[in-house]
């Protein structure tokens, strides 16, 4: 069968002004247990990639910028 | 294939790292110092106290708290004094993670520090490090002018267990601050001594119901409790549900035979835990003249209230073939 | 290079003892395993980044078990875990588990983890169960991670993030001789020798599917996606009591806990919508979750957590720890409802079902050593089959684990491996990244889970679970043929699936195997529906053998602490009516 992409909101919001993925932090995308976190070769700062959120908040609580915001995934909040 | 495994030279590079122009470069330095493991770091690490970036100060401090010692509380005194907020109480949180009591040394001249923060925070760290010599200033301090002070006072003093500060800590039930006095009688628990009982049980009378409350439950554990009982007794009557429940259970865990009737009286309180406790206390005492009160919520609406009377009532039958036996 | 592209090959090393799953027993192991050997090299393998993984990844709010003495004795706590558990339990393991728990405490509190303590620097122990007091609250427990490791650190572990485990080596004899792992960002595998291994990979919490319909909005970490349960079998280790599954009660939809445990110490409790308890004691239990599943079904649901009848100072006080700490979304998930504590009760629902030993009993089999039946395999934490072990069993018994894993590595050699075993893996594992065409993990995890919950979920029908095993059958076959993995992240996650289908069937075929009710809702039989102790007073055990699933009964170890007929009772009777 053939694929088709969909579009989804992802929970996770980060701030790309404190963001300092550009200076080499990688804590976000580290602490993350699904993994779901990336920093963009475009915009050198971290975004989710992957829709597979625990809303668990380690990102959020660890970023040493407060750059991240952890919000209710829509499909539960 | 690059090694699997987390490396462990996290220092190799670090001098150079940590003067970069980008002081968000220097935050990724010390993150790695941080969780290096490698005790060599804080040598870097209270190298960067006086960063000129807030920022990178308070990631210092951060740090600086994966280092329990007294190389690393000397650092972090300096960041406790830090005019920028988020830098001294992320060293305040860093010290009070520590169990070495050499870190005291550094710590202890904060104590007198002109601004309030800097004394709790140091008050606060002093606390697990249970040292002998920080007994005195922290009595000192329980004249400070700040309440936040003279609470974190009582914790140090209270930690250390020492018959010889009970004067002090009976003064402060007496502080004209709530947070203080409930303190207080919290940590006269541990003595031995019949004053300590004496001024809890004051506290019985306390205009704040935390301090009642507080003072009811720290007489089921403390050794004299027993000499309270009838003031237990009366602050069955208090306006507050959580202050007589907490007398419930002390007087119930005291075994004291003539509150039977008093805490019968509270079985039939429209607040479940108060009806609940009482049965339990009951059951604790097992005197047979419970046995009416406990008929009374035999049905109760709640399903805890009926199982602890059927234990009460166990208790007190055990207890009559005991006797007769 | 693109995001995740898969750069696939294979690499070796090789260590003496191997931990795989870096949450909470992990650490411990690893830990406990460096201080008995030191010159020996202690490998912890971990599928997200020992950092933040795990059940605890934020940390926990309290300890639920702890044995500290003055409050509860080790005999106390045996009691109440055998009856907890409708007496199936080898006391053995949950008796060592009471007696070496105080010290473990005392060993975290010299780690900086925080326990509640009171203004004498006493821990502020608080009651919840039924006989004994074994709730410590951790208001600061978000720091737990973070000081493990530290000490895994300062230990100087081989740690090594981001390799999700796939499969055990075995000898031809069936002794463990290493594991293999791929990396979840690059697809390179990695073959880890190892003279012992110690499994310690979480619960299998992705195995229903919350009713929110997202995927990963689990009571588990979504991460613990049951590998551990699935490497265990496929090796010929036996698991026990799968039947007995995890069902938990839990803030609806949020699906997190509420928490009891943390309310509980302050006056609040689970009430019906008539603002009545309707359960004895908040203790977690199949008989507490089965009361609380019928009183959802009857006229007198939904259930709720309540605190208004709380005064303002002390609802304050429960949530800077429930917004905190473990869950702490907590507080913005209720602030986006506009719930507040204060006028509010906050609806409670039950969750998924999971295998998960740390709440339940289900789980691979160990001794009181943490040793499976596989020789050199020892497994601890929530899935390993001590009943009820909870964050601090999964210390202890990790730390157990730790150390008798190191004694075996000192005393034996390196087992052999059949290097075609590697290379068939390999193959295994690569399948779904080969494929030009087909259906991703994502389709076939969501329908595997949406099975469970259609078929699986009890009251279990035995007509229910002999469809849900055909359509599960075809699930499988839909993986097997027709997965694909695009990327090295959707491979982590098409491995994943192949995890959750196993724990599926799992559940099924011990569900079917024993033919009675026990342990209140988790193992409710519609057409068995009486407790049955003639025949079933017994653990079962699953193994495959012959690559075939198969059950078999396990007699209970002779008890250690006796207990009563009538304290047995004490579960039993909880439901007396009013009116009787």
Known sequence: MPLASYQTSVPVVVDDVKCIADKGCTVCVDVCPLDVLRISDMTGKAYMAYDECWYCMPCEADCPTGAVTVNIPYLLK | MSSPFESYDDLEDADERLQAADPGERRVAIIALGQSGDPAAVGYLKNMVSDPDAGVRQQVAMALGEFDGPESAAALAQLLVDPEPIVASAAADSMAEFKDPACADAILPLVTHGHAFVRMGALRALKELRRKDTLKPALEALQDADAAVRVQAIGVIGFLKLEESIPALTASTADPDAHVRRAAVSALAFSQMKPAADSITRALKDEDWMVREMAAETLGSNANGLVAADQLIAALSDAFWQVRLKAIRSLGKMKVDRAVRPIGGCITHEQANLRKESAAALGEIADSAAEPFLALVANDSDPEVRKNARWALQQITARKAKISS | ?580
């Open chain 3, 1 to 580: 290079m693109a995001m995740d592209e898969i750069v696939g090959g294979s690499s070796e090393v090789s260590c003496d003892v191997l931990v795989i799953g870096g949450g909470t027993a992990g650490p411990m192991a690893a830990l406990k395993a460096k201080l008995k050997n030191p010159k020996a090299n202690v490998v912890l393998l971990e599928k997200a980044n020992v950092k933040r993984s795990g059940a605890i990844s934020m940390g926990m709010d309290g300890l639920n078990n702890a044995v500290i003495p003055g409050y509860a004795t080790p005999e106390q706590y045996t009691k109440e875990i055998t009856i907890a558990n409708d007496g199936i339990v080898d006391q053995k393991a949950v008796y060592k588990y009471a007696q070496n728990c105080y010290g473990i405490i005392e060993e975290l509190d010299s780690f900086g983890i925080r326990f509640l303590k009171n203004e004498n620097g006493d821990y502020a122990v608080k009651k919840v169960h039924h006989i004994g007091t074994y709730v410590l609250p951790m208001p600061n427990g978000e720091t737990v991670k973070k000081a493990l490791y530290r000490q895994l650190r300062r230990a100087r572990i081989l740690i090594s993030n981001r390799y999700m485990a796939t499969r055990l080596l075995t000898s031809g004899d069936g002794r463990v001789a290493g594991a293999i792992s791929i990396n979840t960002r690059t697809a390179e595998m990695l073959v880890i020798k190892a003279k012992a291994v110690i499994l310690c990979m979480g619960a299998a919490g992705r195995l229903g599917l919350p009713t929110s319909g997202y995927m990963f909005g689990t009571y588990e970490n979504a991460a613990n996606s049951g590998d551990g349960y699935a490497m265990a079998y496929h090796a010929g280790a036996a698991l026990a009591n799968l039947e007995c599954f995890q069902i938990n009660p839990l803030i609806k939809d949020y699906n997190g806990p509420a928490c009891a445990y943390v309310a509980g110490p302050f006056g609040a409790f689970t009430a019906n919508n008539e603002g009545n308890r309707f359960i004895e004691c908040d203790y977690w239990s199949g008989q507490m979750m089965l009361e609380f599943y019928n009183e959802l079904l009857s006229g007198k649901g939904p259930v709720f957590l309540q605190l208004k009848h709380l005064h303002d100072k002390t609802i304050e006080e429960i949530e800077s720890t429930l917004h905190k700490v473990e869950r702490p979304t907590r507080g913005r998930f209720q602030e986006g409802r506009g719930t507040n504590y204060r006028t509010e009760s906050i609806e409670m629902h039950i969750s998924e079902i999971g295998f998960c030993s740390g709440h339940s009993a289900s789980g691979v089999f160990v001794d009181d050593f943490a040793r499976t039946t596989v020789p050199g395999l020892y497994a601890a934490g929530d899935m390993a089959s001590v009943p009820h072990n909870y964050m601090l069993g999964a210390f202890t018994n990790g730390s157990v684990a730790g150390t008798d894993a190191m004694e075996f590595a000192d005393n034996h050699d390196f087992a052999d491996f059949d290097a075609a075993d590697v290379a068939k893996e390999y193959d295994r594992v690569m399948a779904p990244t080969r494929r030009e065409d087909g259906i991703p993990p994502n389709q076939i995890e969501y329908k595997a889970r949406r099975l469970v919950n259609d078929y699986l979920q009890p009251p279990k029908v035995t007509r229910k679970f002999e469809l849900g095993q055909r359509r599960l059958a075809e699930v499988r076959q839909d993986m097997e043929q027709q997965m694909i993995a695009r990327n090295a992240h959707e491979l982590l996650r098409a491995l994943e699936t192949q995890s959750i289908l196993d724990c599926a069937d799992m559940a099924a075929h011990a569900s079917l195997y024993r033919e009675e009710s026990r342990w209140g809702l988790y193992h409710l039989r519609t057409d068995f529906p009486d407790k049955d102790n003639e025949n079933w007073f017994c653990h079962t055990l699953l193994s495959k053998k012959d690559g075939r699933m198969t059950s078999e009964k396990r007699a209970v170890q002779p008890y250690v602490v006796p207990v009563a007929d009538d304290e047995k009772d004490l579960y039993d009777k909880q439901r007396i009516r009013a009116s009787a």
